[in-house]
């Protein structure tokens, strides 16, 4: 929806600060939709847990460490590159 608006905002060409608005939607939206399968990851571990079956959450918490592990990876990456 934002990236919609923020595209008929360069069309009509009024070239305001409404674009930065229109943005700020599609930033969360992508945030959100990364973050999705992370939580059902963290909440599969969870259930896991509590139903004491170990086997299916040690699977868990090994998907979600390898997670975790790529983001670590990456925002290092991405600060040397900015070096």
Known sequence: MGLALALIDARMGTHN?????????????????ILLPVSRVAL????FLRERD???GAFAAV???IIFLGFILGMRMDSAAAK
């Open 54 to 56: 170990y086997r299916f």
């Open 17 to 33: 600060l409404a674009i930065v608005d229109n943005m700020r939607i599609v930033t969360v939206g992508i945030l959100l939709f």
């Open 44 to 47: 599969m571990l969870i259930v």
């Open 63 to 65: 998907v979600l460490g």
